[in-house]
Nanobody, 125 residues
Framework: QVQLVESGGGLVQPGGSLRLACVVV????????MGWFRQGPGKEREFVAT????????DYADSVKGRFTISRDNGQNTLYLQMHSLNPEDTAVYYC??????????????????WGQGTQVTVSS
C-alpha cells in the first residue's frame, strides 16, 4: 500500500522560511512525478509545484515562483518543498501527491493518484 507522509509544517513569521518533506512508503519514488498542492481556509485546493521523476524538470504556480523550490531525493524516497519569503497568503495545509507517470505532473489535482494527509503551514506575526 502506497503512503505519503508529510512533515515540516508549523508557525512561521512573515518573511521566514520552512522546508516541507514528504516520505513515500510502499513503492519507489523514482518511478513517478510528484507535486505539492495547498488548501487555505475557505479556499479550493491549488497547485503549488511539480517535479518529474529525475528532478530535471519543474513547474511552479506564479504565486510561489522565485520563493519556493521543489526537489527530490529518490535514494531517500523523499520529496521536498523549500519555502522562503513566506507571507500570510501562504497559510494553508500543504499536501504532497504522486502522479500516474514519470513525467512532470499536472496543475490539476484530479490527475494525481495518491495524496498525503497534509501538513499545516501558518504564517503570522
Amino acid at each position: 500500500q502506497v503512503q505519503l507522509v508529510e512533515s515540516g509544517g508549523g508557525l512561521v513569521q512573515p518573511g521566514g522560511s520552512l522546508r516541507l518533506a514528504c516520505v513515500v512508503v510502499g513503492e519507489y519514488l523514482s518511478s513517478f512525478g510528484m507535486g505539492w498542492f495547498r488548501q487555505g481556509p475557505g479556499k479550493e485546493r491549488e497547485f503549488v509545484a511539480t517535479i518529474d521523476w529525475s528532478g530535471d524538470s519543474t513547474d511552479y504556480a506564479d504565486s510561489v515562483k522565485g520563493r519556493f523550490t521543489i526537489s527530490r531525493d529518490n535514494g531517500q524516497n523523499t520529496l521536498y518543498l523549500q519555502m522562503h519569503s513566506l507571507n500570510p497568503e501562504d497559510t494553508a495545509v500543504y499536501y504532497c501527491a504522486r502522479t500516474k507517470s514519470p513525467g512532470l505532473g499536472s496543475r490539476w489535482h484530479w490527475q494525481y493518484q495518491y495524496w498525503g494527509q497534509g501538513t499545516q503551514v501558518t504564517v503570522s506575526s
